[in-house]
Protein backbone atom coordinates (compact mmCIF):
# COMPACT_ATOMS: atom_id res chain seq x y z
CA UNK A 1 0.00 0.00 0.00
CA UNK A 2 1.31 3.50 -1.01
CA UNK A 3 1.19 6.44 1.45
CA UNK A 4 2.59 10.05 1.47
CA UNK A 5 1.38 12.24 3.79
CA UNK A 6 2.59 15.97 3.90
CA UNK A 7 2.40 17.85 7.05
CA UNK A 8 4.06 21.34 8.57
CA UNK A 9 2.14 24.19 6.18
CA UNK A 10 1.22 27.53 7.60
CA UNK A 11 0.33 31.06 7.23
CA UNK A 12 3.65 32.81 8.37
CA UNK A 13 5.29 36.64 7.28
CA UNK A 14 8.08 37.12 5.03
CA UNK A 15 11.73 36.02 6.44
CA UNK A 16 9.92 33.66 8.63
CA UNK A 17 10.88 29.79 8.83
CA UNK A 18 8.61 26.51 8.63
CA UNK A 19 9.74 22.62 8.52
CA UNK A 20 7.99 20.69 6.49
CA UNK A 21 7.77 16.51 7.20
CA UNK A 22 6.11 14.02 5.02
CA UNK A 23 5.58 10.36 6.20
CA UNK A 24 5.97 7.79 3.58
CA UNK A 25 5.05 4.42 2.92
CA UNK A 26 8.62 2.12 2.79
CA UNK A 27 7.80 1.12 -0.70
CA UNK A 28 8.25 4.57 -1.96
CA UNK A 29 10.96 5.91 0.21
CA UNK A 30 13.13 3.54 0.90
CA UNK A 31 16.70 3.47 -1.04
CA UNK A 32 15.19 5.77 -3.61
CA UNK A 33 15.63 9.40 -4.43
CA UNK A 34 13.20 11.83 -2.90
CA UNK A 35 12.09 15.18 -3.41
CA UNK A 36 9.72 17.92 -2.18
CA UNK A 37 7.53 19.89 -5.05
CA UNK A 38 5.38 22.47 -5.16
CA UNK A 39 2.32 24.36 -6.86
CA UNK A 40 2.24 28.12 -6.63
CA UNK A 41 -1.28 29.36 -7.68
CA UNK A 42 -1.78 29.29 -11.15
CA UNK A 43 1.45 27.05 -12.11
CA UNK A 44 2.14 23.52 -12.86
CA UNK A 45 4.14 21.46 -10.09
CA UNK A 46 7.33 21.88 -9.68
CA UNK A 47 10.38 20.56 -8.26
CA UNK A 48 12.15 22.38 -5.61
CA UNK A 49 14.40 19.98 -4.01
CA UNK A 50 15.61 16.56 -3.88
CA UNK A 51 17.90 13.90 -2.03
CA UNK A 52 19.64 10.74 -2.92
CA UNK A 53 19.06 7.57 -0.45
CA UNK A 54 21.93 9.06 1.62
CA UNK A 55 22.87 12.61 1.56
CA UNK A 56 23.03 13.80 -1.84
CA UNK A 57 21.12 16.88 -2.35
CA UNK A 58 19.92 18.99 -5.31
CA UNK A 59 18.31 22.38 -4.88
CA UNK A 60 15.98 24.41 -7.26
CA UNK A 61 18.15 27.88 -7.78
CA UNK A 62 15.06 30.08 -6.40
CA UNK A 63 15.25 28.07 -2.58
CA UNK A 64 19.15 27.50 -2.56
CA UNK A 65 20.80 28.55 0.60
CA UNK A 66 17.34 29.30 2.33
CA UNK A 67 15.98 25.48 2.07
CA UNK A 68 17.57 22.34 3.13
CA UNK A 69 15.92 18.63 2.46
CA UNK A 70 16.78 15.85 4.93
CA UNK A 71 15.35 12.14 5.52
CA UNK A 72 14.96 9.92 8.17
CA UNK A 73 15.66 6.53 6.98
CA UNK A 74 14.38 4.53 9.73
CA UNK A 75 11.31 6.92 9.82
CA UNK A 76 10.66 6.70 6.38
CA UNK A 77 10.12 10.36 7.02
CA UNK A 78 10.80 13.25 4.57
CA UNK A 79 12.13 17.34 6.15
CA UNK A 80 12.39 20.15 4.14
CA UNK A 81 13.22 23.03 6.38
CA UNK A 82 12.46 26.44 5.11
CA UNK A 83 14.10 29.46 6.19
CA UNK A 84 13.74 33.60 5.39
CA UNK A 85 10.81 32.42 3.05
CA UNK A 86 9.54 34.93 0.53
CA UNK A 87 5.89 35.63 -0.64
CA UNK A 88 7.02 33.62 -3.85
CA UNK A 89 7.38 30.58 -2.12
CA UNK A 90 3.44 30.21 -1.34
CA UNK A 91 1.47 27.18 -2.64
CA UNK A 92 0.58 23.65 -2.19
CA UNK A 93 3.79 21.74 -1.14
CA UNK A 94 4.04 17.70 -2.29
CA UNK A 95 6.55 15.01 -1.42
CA UNK A 96 7.09 11.96 -3.93
CA UNK A 97 9.84 9.46 -5.30
CA UNK A 98 12.42 11.79 -7.60
CA UNK A 99 11.11 11.12 -10.74
CA UNK A 100 7.28 11.21 -9.15
CA UNK A 101 5.55 8.26 -8.57
CA UNK A 102 1.93 8.32 -10.47
CA UNK A 103 0.60 8.34 -6.83
CA UNK A 104 0.27 12.01 -5.10
CA UNK A 105 -0.56 13.03 -1.63
CA UNK A 106 -2.79 16.07 -0.10
CA UNK A 107 -0.39 17.71 -0.43
CA UNK A 108 0.84 21.06 2.95
CA UNK A 109 -0.36 24.60 2.23
CA UNK A 110 2.47 27.42 2.77
CA UNK A 111 1.12 30.71 2.39
CA UNK A 112 3.80 33.33 3.40
CA UNK A 113 2.38 37.15 3.66
CA UNK A 114 4.32 39.70 2.71
Known amino acids: QVHLVESGGALVQAGGSLRLSCAAS????????MGWYRQAPGKQRALVAH???????YYAESVKGRFTISRDNAKNTLYLQMNNLRPEDTGVYYC????????WGQGTQVTVSS
Open 96 to 103: NMHPPYGY
Open 51 to 57: ISSGVIT
Open 26 to 33: SNIFSGNF
